[in-house]
Every structure is written in C-alpha cells, then in structure tokens.
C-alpha cells in the first residue's frame, strides 16, 4: 500500500517535504506522531494522527506515538493564545498509560510483526538533559531568526490580544526538534507527522537533523478537521467527545457521528476508518439515491464506534436510538445500562413515584393524571388510550384501568411513559 497515496485521496494530507513519498516507497520507514497527554484520554481530535499511525503502519512501515511528557510540562504555543496549565510527572505517568491502552485499538504494540508500533515519552530523554548542555549542544545550531519566522510565532507575537510569548513556549518548536532528532538517532525514524499548525516544529526537527546528524527526514501534516458550517470539529455543548466512556459514554460517541451533516460524513469516513475507497464510494452512491436512510452516518458511527469502544457498546447504542427514535419493546428498553438509559431520556418530564403506591399497585389512569400530570384529566388519558395513544415502556396500554405495580419498574427505579409519538415521560420511584 502506498501510504502517501492512500492520505491522499483520503483528504489528509495538507502539506509535505519534498522526496518523502519517494523515501516511503523505498524502504520500511519509522514516522511519529506528538500527542499532549494533557489528559487521561484522547477526544477526536486526537483521532486524524491516530489514524495516520494507523495508515503508516498498514503500509507495512513502523509508527512511533510519542507522548509529550516534557513539552506538556510547556505547553506549545501553536495557534494558542495562552500558556497551558503544566503538570507534574505523576500525572503525566498516569495519562500515558491510559493513552496507550486508547491506542492499542488502534495499532499493533504488541505482535512479533518488524513494523509493530513503538511508544515513547520524552520526559524519558529531556529530564537528564541540563539547560546549559540543551543550549550549548541543540541551541546553537538554530538561529533566532530562523525560529522568528515561523507562522506559529509570529501569529503568536502579532495577535491584538497578545501579552507577547514566554522564554518557555519560544523554545518549545527547539525542544520538538530535539524529539525528532532523539527518534532519528535511536530509531532511524526519518519521518514526523501532524497537524498543518505543528509543520513550523516539525521542519525545525528536520533542520537539527540535517545540521547535526547530516541526515535527510520529513514532514507530512494533514489538515485541521473542520466543520462544513463552520463550527469546530469535535466540540458538542458538552465540551469535548472523549474516547473514554467516563466522559463520553459510547451512546453519545454514536450519537455525534450519527447527527453529522451529509458533507461532513463524506468527508469524516475517508479519515475516521479504513474502508476502502471502492467501499466509500459505493455508501456515497447509497446516500445521494437515499439520503433520508443515511447510510454514511450509520456506517461512519458504526466503524468508529466498534474501534474505539467495542461492537456490544455499538449495538447497546443503537438499541438506545431505536427507543428513542425507532419502533422499539420493553424488552429492548429493559436491555441497556441505566447510564445509557437515563441519556436517551436526558431532558425528558420527570415525576416521583412513591415506591410504596407501586407496591400495592395503582390504576394507569390515577397514576399518569393524579400522582404524575402526564394527561390534564382522566377523560383525556381515556380517550387517549382508545386511541392507542399511551405506551408503558414501549408496550401499548390497552386499557386505562391496567394496575401498575413495582413489575413495570426498569433497574428497579424508572417507569417510562409515552403520550403520542413524541412525547416522553418518566416516573422514578422514590
């Protein structure tokens, strides 16, 4: 597989150094990628790297995943307009374990093949290192004004609301350098891959190999995910869509790649899975005859979904979007979490219900108008339920009279009540 090619016609290449496809189908190649462990998980942004590790490593060549332990203790300044929070090694130590696991779904760390999958920290390489031998060895081989004229630091140091730029996040593009000449020495890795704002780092790492090692590497940076409308890739009203279910459960994983436009799930399955061009194709044929059936986004949250949580937490969430938006049954409904369940029915009306009152049971009527005002009067939830109006948990009530009782009860707290298509309530026991 030519690895260039396949980003190519992917979208995911914005940039690169002249001579690098030719070095990439010469020989196995090692290629790393940065990633700020500033937190115990990935979030889709990480993502686009992730999947060109993925991509280099398929192309039969070696990923490197460096974890930037030292430069996440400085922060870099790259299209930012302040100093980041610095953390102390235990906490970095923590994020990067955590990190690899994340990154295991997606690469080989593990298996006797020649191109499996390296990770690295530079806290490993940079904690020994003194600041005077840093700038006597490294420092004096690039100049100021070399490092001056990056877009990085100019954009930095010209922002109307710049206070101007520590000393500290100055030196971060020559601390990156460093990395790539750390890894070029130690694992001859010719190859340094992100995104299009890390392409002033990443040539100043090329410039330290070429001047001290007198060895020729790369650059290859993809393009900054955007939004057709606009909007920032990855941010929902929430914050960020983390890999972790502790902070994004892979029901609302599912849901954002579900409620994506039809431009941006076009573009979002090229980069976020490895199916084929001649496979895409064919879903893009799909959505233009049906767009209504979305087969894009269903096919889309299905691969991501599966690789990053698991394929029975893909099929618990689409469970859940089928009880919500679907013909679903109780059964269905008594077959998810209770986290799960409590997201579909985020934001829904809520009722107390006396445990005790389900205890001896109590008439559909009196408890959906008297005890929870789901229906203004008993008349109306009658003529309601005549109609086949009223669902107890997904069943169709059949008459009003039915006796409610603890039975009905889901994870032994919740009742879910349905007025119309559309309009849900819940009863939690109390």
């Given at each position: 597989?030519?690895?260039?090619?396949?980003?190519?016609?992917?979208?995911?290449?914005?940039?690169?150094?002249?001579?690098?496809?030719e070095q990439?189908?010469?020989?196995?190649?090692?290629?790393?990628l940065?990633?700020?462990?500033?937190a115990?998980?990935?979030?889709?942004?990480?993502?686009?790297?992730?999947?060109?590790?993925?991509?280099?490593?398929?192309?039969?060549?070696t990923?490197?995943?460096?974890v930037?332990?030292?430069?996440?203790m400085?922060?870099?300044?790259?299209?930012?307009?302040?100093?980041?929070?610095?953390l102390?090694?235990?906490?970095?130590?923590?994020?990067?374990?955590?990190?690899?696991k994340?990154?295991?779904?997606?690469?080989?760390?593990?298996s006797?093949?020649?191109?499996?999958?390296?990770?690295?920290?530079?806290?490993?390489?940079?904690?020994?290192?003194?600041?005077?031998?840093?700038?006597?060895?490294?420092?004096k081989?690039?100049?100021?004004?070399?490092?001056m004229?990056?877009?990085?630091?100019?954009?930095?140091?010209?922002?109307?609301?710049?206070?101007?730029?520590?000393?500290?996040?100055f030196?971060?593009?020559?601390?990156?350098?460093?990395?790539?000449l750390?890894?070029?020495r130690?694992?001859?890795c010719?190859?340094?891959m992100g995104?299009s704002?890390?392409?002033?780092n990443?040539?100043?790492?090329?410039?330290?190999?070429?001047?001290?090692?007198?060895?020729?590497?790369y650059?290859l940076?993809?393009p900054?995910?955007?939004?057709?409308?606009g909007?920032?890739?990855?941010k929902?009203?929430?914050?960020?869509?983390?890999?972790?279910?502790?902070?994004?459960?892979?029901?609302?994983?599912?849901?954002?790649?579900?409620?994506?436009?039809?431009?941006?799930?076009?573009?979002?399955?090229?980069?976020?899975?490895s199916?084929?061009k001649?496979?895409?194709?064919?879903?893009?044929?799909?959505?233009?005859?049906?767009?209504?059936?979305?087969?894009l986004?269903?096919?889309?949250?299905?691969?991501?979904?599966?690789?990053?949580?698991?394929?029975?937490?893909?099929?618990?969430?689409v469970?859940?979007?089928?009880?919500l938006?679907?013909?679903?049954?109780?059964?269905?409904?008594?077959?998810?979490?209770?986290?799960?369940?409590?997201?579909?029915?985020?934001?829904?009306?809520?009722?107390?219900?006396?445990?005790?009152?389900l205890?001896?049971?109590?008439?559909?009527?009196?408890?959906?108008?008297?005890?929870?005002?789901?229906?203004?009067?008993?008349?109306?939830?009658?003529?309601?339920?005549?109609?086949?109006?009223?669902s107890?948990?997904?069943?169709?009530?059949?008459?009003?009279?039915t006796?409610?009782?603890?039975?009905?009860?889901i994870a032994d707290?919740?009742?879910?009540?349905?007025?119309?298509?559309?309009?849900y309530y819940?009863?939690?026991?109390?």
């Amino acid at each position: 597989m030519n690895f260039v090619e396949e980003l190519r016609w992917r979208g995911m290449i914005h940039d690169m150094m002249p001579g690098t496809e030719e070095q990439l189908l010469k020989e196995r190649t090692a290629g790393y990628l940065g990633i700020d462990p500033t937190a115990d998980s990935l979030h889709i942004g990480h993502l686009v790297g992730v999947m060109m590790l993925k991509h280099l490593q398929r192309a039969g060549h070696t990923p490197i995943a460096l974890v930037g332990g030292a430069t996440g203790m400085i922060g870099d300044p790259s299209m930012k307009s302040a100093e980041r929070n610095l953390l102390d090694e235990q906490t970095l130590r923590h994020n990067q374990e955590a990190i690899k696991k994340q990154l295991a779904k997606f690469l080989d760390f593990e298996s006797d093949i020649p191109n499996r999958a390296i990770l690295v920290n530079n806290y490993d390489w940079m904690k020994e290192f003194s600041f005077l031998s840093f700038i006597r060895d490294i420092g004096k081989h690039i100049t100021v004004n070399y490092m001056m004229a990056k877009d990085s630091v100019k954009k930095r140091l010209s922002g109307e609301a710049s206070e101007g730029m520590s000393f500290t996040e100055f030196s971060y593009q020559l601390l990156q350098g460093y990395d790539f000449l750390h890894l070029y020495r130690e694992f001859g890795c010719r190859l340094q891959m992100g995104g299009s704002d890390q392409w002033g780092n990443i040539t100043t790492g090329t410039e330290l190999i070429r001047r001290i090692a007198g060895g020729e590497a790369y650059a290859l940076v993809c393009p900054l995910i955007t939004k057709a409308d606009g909007g920032k890739f990855g941010k929902t009203e929430s914050g960020n869509v983390w890999l972790d279910s502790r902070y994004t459960s892979p029901y609302q994983f599912y849901q954002f790649w579900m409620n994506v436009s039809d431009a941006d799930a076009e573009k979002y399955i090229k980069i976020f899975t490895s199916l084929s061009k001649e496979e895409i194709e064919a879903l893009v044929a799909e959505q233009q005859a049906a767009p209504h059936m979305r087969p894009l986004q269903k096919r889309l949250a299905e691969e991501i979904t599966v690789m990053v949580h698991s394929r029975e937490e893909y099929e618990m969430a689409v469970t859940a979007s089928e009880i919500l938006f679907g013909k679903s049954t109780s059964q269905a409904l008594r077959s998810i979490n209770e986290t799960t369940f409590l997201q579909v029915f985020d934001g829904v009306p809520q009722f107390n219900v006396s445990r005790d009152l389900l205890a001896g049971g109590v008439k559909a009527v009196e408890l959906l108008t008297e005890t929870a005002a789901v229906f203004p009067s008993k008349g109306e939830m009658r003529k309601t339920v005549q109609a086949g109006g009223v669902s107890i948990n997904k069943d169709k009530l059949e008459d009003a009279e039915t006796v409610i009782d603890t039975s009905y009860l889901i994870a032994d707290k919740y009742i879910l009540a349905q007025r119309g298509k559309k309009n849900y309530y819940l009863l939690i026991a109390i």
